[in-house]
């Protein structure tokens, strides 16, 4: 089977939309692995399947979605047994040269200079860093903790077997309590 045709960067410009004008494209990405807490955590699948929605508003501005799922797979965090937890990444950019600060709460975009205007740190000159954005996409969308499962029992405290395979029967019989034992003792006497 080939694998698919990976797309880093995007040359917006070369669709030739006019204002108002939009484009949905359905592409692939290969996205970096992750390193987290000393583990590499690569992203599956090996190329991610994108959809990338296209907007040009007016001038050269666009405003761009990015949706994707894809899956880390590496150690969980609690059990060390193997995990692959998918997320659900949903993006959004939009860069306005030249326009005011009226609708730089839709993205993540930033002034450039004094004009205020809006700006996408992935898209330069009409070509889009597609590659990077959906990196930081998945980044953001990544928790502290890589969970096998989000109930994940993970390892017994005293002798670290993994209580996900132990089931919850699996516990440790504490010293007897000296009392108890003395108060067993007159009951069976
Ligand atoms: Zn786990
Ligand atoms: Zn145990």
């Keep these: 089977m080939m694998s698919p045709l990976r797309t880093d960067t995007f040359d917006l410009g070369g669709l030739r939309l006019t204002s108002g004008e939009g484009r949905r494209l359905d592409l692939h990405v290969a996205v970096e692995p992750f390193e987290l807490a000393g583990e590499t955590y690569p992203v599956e699948p090996e190329t991610v399947p994108v959809r990338l929605d296209i907007s040009r508003t007016t001038g050269e501005g666009y405003a761009l979605r990015l949706r ?79 969970l096998c499962r989000e109930e994940c029992a993970g390892l017994c405290p005293v002798c670290g077997v993994n209580l996900n395979q132990a089931g919850p029967e699996h516990r440790h019989e504490r010293e007897p309590d000296p009392r108890w034992a003395a108060l067993s003792k007159l009951r069976f006497e």
């Design 68 to 146: 994707f799922e894809a899956a880390l797979a590496g150690p969980c965090m609690r059990c060390l047994g193997p995990a692959a937890p998918g997320f659900s990444v949903d993006a959004r950019e939009v860069s306005q040269p030249g326009a005011a600060g009226a609708t730089r709460a839709h993205g993540r975009a930033r002034p450039r200079d004094e004009s205020d205007e809006l700006t996408s740190p992935y898209l330069e000159d009409g070509v889009l860093d597609l590659r990077a954005w959906a990196r930081d996409a998945l980044a953001l969308s990544v928790p502290a903790n890589l």
